[in-house]
């Protein structure tokens, strides 16, 4: 058992301290399995502590850029250490204040111990390039420089592998960090930033604030002294904030919905197909930007798959994350969970056949935590609400196709585009895909959800500023090119 501590009062780190929020008021951070248990109370922060976190972030700004690479590689390196050691702790957290299983958590967790030693490891490797000047007695190249101060919203589904895949390469490539959690998982991210503590980050370096995203995330977009905003979560929110840094001139990146879709060719090893399709859709309770949430079926296999799917759903455990056996958690919220069941609702208003699921759980123990059940449409047309707009719920929508070129259409018709796959053993049905889907990650034979960490990250259409996140690609956003032209 962690050292989990219940009722714990959790604060701001700022400038190298931790401090309450100048209102002196708080916001209890609940179980959502059991939402009379309450994790921790955080700090309802104003632009007045937003100011005073800039301020902190500005004035370690020069330093922390003068040091090496390797030198800031070290300090992340120490805070993988740091996480590892507490790799149980944090991932408790994280399933007690949003519900995925424990098991997912401690993934999750251990994922973010290996961003921070990749990006320690970044340090070291080249920022620029030396180009031919067509002056003999120059020399001309090219290096990166930080942006300065790094505004940093994320959000409650990932709430320790986002915030270090941004923070991470923010910090590594010279910038300083105002981080900016959802209310929903501050005390996770409060121990993810005890973490860098205990690695000695310089004071100023990193600031982690709690607060509404209306006060503090808006505030963040809209600070004069922050030169980046990074951003993921929902598409009306995002584009608040990419309006807000586009109106001031400070470069933003966003990472956004998606609406992704899994295809079945007539030729899919259909037990891989459904392995996948669960996976990519209902794990984490289908919180996933990436999360499968069109199943786009064949019409020679569809009422093989289904079965088969059926079958499979019906036998996934509903509960509390930190249970054993449990394979499925709750929403992360209350309001999550009203959202999901009204998606459901206009399903069923829609003419969507309702397979399984479709309701809160009855079992005991479970009607008082904010539960979906697992929950499977047939016979949905592309026009319907489930097949077009973005629950984040184990929601799933099973529309059939008659051809490969029609299904990838059908996977076309959205204004997302995040990720994809297919299942198929057809070399063209594989090539077509990869050549023909408008989607940032395309994946073959394996579940929409999901990309290492070494590789770039990023949507099309309105799923992202098309900006990439992850691996080396990071450093496009969090550094500005240099020319340097020396006259001998």
């Not at 608040?240 to 990472?255: D, I, P, S, T």
């Not at 459904?274 to 999360?291: D, N, R, Y």
């Not at 394996?446 to 500023?465: C, D, I, N, Y």
């Amino acid at each position: 058992m962690s050292a989990y501590k219940e009722r714990q009062v959790y604060l701001n780190y700022i400038n190298g301290e931790w401090t309450g929020a100048s209102t002196g008021k708080q916001v209890a951070s609940i179980n959502p399995a059991n939402p009379q248990e309450i994790v921790g109370y955080v700090p309802a922060s104003s632009r007045e502590d937003l100011d005073r976190a800039v301020a902190a972030a500005k004035s370690a700004s020069r330093s922390w850029r003068k040091l090496s690479g390797a030198a800031r590689g070290e300090v992340l390196f120490k805070a993988a250490k740091a996480m590892e050691r507490r790799a149980d702790e944090i991932a408790e957290t994280m399933t007690r204040e949003m519900g995925k299983t424990l098991s997912e958590a401690k993934g999750e967790t251990m994922r973010g111990v290996a961003i921070l030693r990749y990006y320690a490891g970044e340090g070291m490797r080249r920022i620029g390039d030396v180009i031919p000047s067509s002056d003999s007695e120059a020399l001309m190249f090219t290096t990166r420089v930080p942006l300065g101060v790094v505004g940093i919203i994320s959000p409650w589904n990932f709430p320790v592998a986002i915030p270090i895949w941004k923070t991470a390469p923010a910090l590594i490539y010279g910038n300083t960090v105002v981080l900016k959690p959802a209310q929903e998982t501050a005390v996770t991210a409060a121990k993810i930033t005890e973490c860098f503590a205990e690695a000695g980050i310089p004071a100023g370096v990193l600031n982690l604030i709690c607060g509404s995203g209306s006060v503090i995330g808006q505030g963040l977009a809209e600070h004069p002294d922050v030169n980046g905003i990074t951003f993921t979560g929902s598409n009306q929110v995002g584009k608040q904030v990419g309006q807000a840094a586009l109106a001031r001139g400070a470069k933003y990146q966003l990472e956004m919905g998606g609406k992704n879709p899994v295809i079945v060719a007539a030729d899919a090893d259909l037990d891989l197909a459904v392995e996948g399709t669960i996976s990519g859709g209902l794990k984490s309770t289908g919180q996933k930007c990436t999360a499968t949430s069109r199943i786009i079926v064949m019409n020679e296999v569809h009422d093989a798959f289904k079965a088969k799917l059926l079958e499979k759903v019906s036998e996934i455990t509903v509960g509390n994350g930190m249970e054993a056996g449990v394979w499925m958690g709750p929403c992360a919220n209350e309001k999550q969970m009203e959202t999901v069941l009204g998606y459901i609702q206009k399903g069923k208003d829609e003419g969507a056949k309702l397979l399984i699921g479709g309701g809160r759980p009855a079992a005991a123990g479970l009607t008082d935590g904010f539960f979906v059940q697992p929950t499977v449409f047939d016979d949905v047309s592309p026009q319907m609400a489930i097949a077009r707009e973005e629950i984040f719920g184990p929601v799933m929508a099973l529309i059939r196709a008659n051809t490969m070129e029609e299904a990838i259409e059908l996977a076309n018709d959205s204004e997302f585009g995040l990720s994809a796959s297919v299942y198929t053993n057809n070399i063209g049905n594989v090539l077509s895909f990869i050549q023909d889907m408008d989607a940032g990650l395309v994946r073959i034979n394996a579940e929409t959800a999901g990309v290492e960490l070494q590789a770039p990250f990023g949507g099309m259409k309105q799923s992202s500023s098309h900006s990439r996140e992850q691996g080396q690609a990071a450093i496009e956003f969090f550094t500005s090119i240099k020319t340097v032209f020396v006259k001998a």
